[in-house]
């Protein structure tokens, strides 16, 4: 057997050494691509926004032009002057619930009736948002957009 003189052994530990600090940093800078690559939370990218897609769920819905007070003086107007057919038609107590698209200029389409169809309130609620001012449209990313709005009109008779 060889015997190793203390020469040796210095520069084996020498390169014992530079072969490890090579590897760790090999590691760190492996460890360091890999870890850049999955971090998404550091990077925002929006989707570019169709304006002509209609959108169910936008960052900002469409609303009546002075929100939600203005809408209910505009629909108590209109319930106000057809008062007297909504409290014959037994029919139009309750809720009508009405479904429409809000186009990006605020003007109102395809409006459906979806409960209280015929009924007084069904009608009258529909008049009312179709012959209405145009809405304030809706939004995403900041951009306006096409988007389906559901209006709910409910009429209570209550006895005095």
Not at 92 to 103: A, E, H, P
Request: glycine content about 6%; some cysteine.
């Amino acid at each position: 057997m060889s015997k190793t003189s203390p020469t040796d052994l210095f520069y084996n530990k020498q390169l014992l050494y530079k072969m490890k600090s090579t590897l760790l940093i090999l590691f760190f800078f492996a460890y360091s691509i890999a870890n850049a690559q999955t971090d998404s939370s550091t990077v925002s990218i929006h989707q570019p926004v169709n304006t002509d897609s209609v959108y169910e769920k936008p960052d900002v819905e469409a609303q009546f032009p002075g929100g939600e007070q203005k809408w209910n003086k505009f629909i108590q107007t209109a319930i106000e002057r057809n008062i007297d057919d909504l409290v014959d038609d037994k029919k139009s107590r309750g809720t009508c619930i009405l479904k429409f698209i809000v186009d990006t200029n605020g003007i109102v389409s395809a409006l459906r009736i979806t409960t209280l169809n015929g009924t007084v309130l069904g009608k009258t609620s529909s008049a009312a948002i179709l012959n209405g001012p145009n809405w304030i449209p809706a939004t995403i990313n900041g951009v306006k957009v096409k988007s389906v709005r559901i209006q709910k009109v409910t009429f209570r008779v209550t006895r005095g």
